[in-house]
T-cell receptor, first 115, second 115 residues
Framework: EAGVTQFPSHSVIEKGQTVTLRCDPI?????LYWYRRVMGKEIKFLLH????????ESGMPNNRFLAERTGGTYSTLKVQPAELEDSGVYFC?????????????FGPGTRLTVL | GQQLNQSPQSMFIQEGEDVSMNCTSS?????WLWYKQDPGEGPVLLIA?????ELTSNGRLTAQFGITRKDSFLNISASIPSDVGIYFC???????????????FGQGTILTVHP
């Protein structure tokens, strides 16, 4: 069974540009989470989807960040316009839900560098 | 918001030595988790703790859920070179292994094992 995949693995952009990150969860997982780790700090929660609905978006830093999960399958996280402080590693995780295991399985992350 | 303080920040040990790391919180968590991250990968769950006072082992790893529900520790016995990586504690407000909510992470402990 394929794990959580993320694309791209790395992205280098200039301040003011737009970047879109993609996450494909494990097939059949209703829960999808986005997290971010800024260099040397803790991994911080951004938001949680249950299927296509936003269950909790309390961690989204500001309105430059837009997450979508149309159709309840893959998710995208768009940063527009990017700022220097947005640099970090963005992780996506998924879990089964519906009475199944709540273990969150993480993808390898997207390393975003904003210059 | 909720915060986890994880220590030590880094450890340099010889192969065969035991390792201990811990996390404390100012607020209660009802589930404690320990993850390991290898370079270029996402965090992988090592041990999950669901009950205050619970002591759980997974091979050479042992973790405990503090009685106050505000702390946890992880011990690794007889370290080997493949133990190298970043270890994260994480807390979850939901209880009993049925919560699908967000994880709150510690800052991570970087472990280096010299052969």
């Amino acid at each position: 069974e394929a794990g959580v995949t993320q694309f791209p693995s790395h992205s280098v952009i200039e301040k003011g540009q737009t970047v879109t990150l993609r996450c494909d969860p494990i097939s059949g997982h209703d829960n999808l989470y986005w997290y971010r780790r800024v260099m040397g700090k803790e991994i911080k929660f951004l938001l949680h989807f249950v299927k296509e609905s936003k269950q909790d978006e309390s961690g989204m830093p500001n309105n430059r960040f837009l997450a979508e999960r149309t159709g309840g399958t893959y998710s995208t996280l768009k940063v527009q316009p990017a700022e220097l402080e947005d640099s970090g590693v963005y992780f996506c995780a998924s879990s089964h839900g519906q009475g199944g295991s709540n273990e969150q399985f993480f993808g390898p992350g997207t390393r975003l560098t904003v210059l | 918001g909720q915060q986890l303080n994880q220590s030590p920040q880094s450890m340099f040990i010889q192969e065969g030595e035991d390792v201990s790391m811990n996390c404390t919180s100012s607020s209660i968590f009802n589930t404690w988790l320990w993850y390991k991250q290898d370079p270029g990968e996402g965090p992988v769950l090592l041990i999950a703790l669901y009950k205050a006072g619970e002591l759980t082992s997974n091979g050479r790893l042992t973790a405990q859920f503090g009685i106050t529900r505000k702390d946890s520790f992880l011990n690794i016995s007889a370290s080997i070179p493949s133990d190298v990586g970043i270890y994260f504690c994480a807390g979850q407000v939901g209880a009993g292994g049925t919560s699908y909510g967000k994880l709150t992470f510690g800052q991570g402990t970087i472990l280096t094992v010299h052969p």
